[in-house]
C-alpha cells in the first residue's frame, strides 16, 4: 500500500510545475486538462518516490504559516544552496531538528507561498 499523491494549493500551475521541476528534480507524471477551464490534472514524480504532487487550487492569497510539507533530500544543503542563488526564500538555514536530534532541516518558500520543509532522513 501507498500513497498515490499528496495535494498542493497552487495559484499558477505553470509557475509552480516550473518551480518542483527546477528545484527539486522533479518529473511531469500527468499534465492534461479538466473541462472547459484552464485548469489541468497535473502530478509531478519525485525521484525515488512512490506518491506523486498534485496540484489544487489555492483558496486564498495569503502564505501559509505553518509548513504544508516535509521533503526529505540527502543533499539538503546543496539543494539550498542551489534554491538561494536561484533566489528562493529561506525560511530557516540548514539547522538540527528540534524534534528529532541529529536530524537536519531547513524550511523554504515555493513559488505560491506554501512553506515546507526538506530534511535529510
Known amino acids: 500500500m501507498h500513497i498515490q499523491f499528496a495535494e498542493l494549493p497552487v495559484f499558477s500551475q505553470p ?27 497535473v502530478e ?3 525521484p525515488g518516490a512512490q506518491t506523486n504532487l498534485h496540484f489544487l487550487h489555492r483558496a486564498d ?4 504559516d505553518e509548513p504544508v510539507m516535509v521533503i ?7 539543494t539550498v544552496e542551489a534554491m538561494r ?8 538555514e540548514p539547522q ?3 524534534w528529532a536530534p541529529g536530524r537536519t532541516i ?3 518558500r515555493d513559488s505560491e507561498g506554501n512553506r515546507m520543509i ?3 532522513r
Open 118 to 120: 526538506l530534511a535529510d
Open 85 to 92: 542563488v536561484k533566489g528562493v526564500e529561506i525560511i530557516t
Open 44 to 46: 509531478l514524480s519525485f
Open 15 to 41: 509557475r509552480a510545475k516550473a518551480f518542483y521541476v527546477e528545484h527539486l528534480g522533479c518529473e511531469v507524471a500527468a499534465d492534461a486538462p479538466m473541462g472547459p477551464s484552464d485548469w489541468h490534472w
Open 96 to 98: 538540527e531538528a528540534p
Open 106 to 108: 531547513a524550511e523554504f
Open 61 to 64: 492569497e495569503q502564505p501559509s
Open 72 to 78: 526529505i533530500d540527502e543533499k539538503l544543503v546543496a
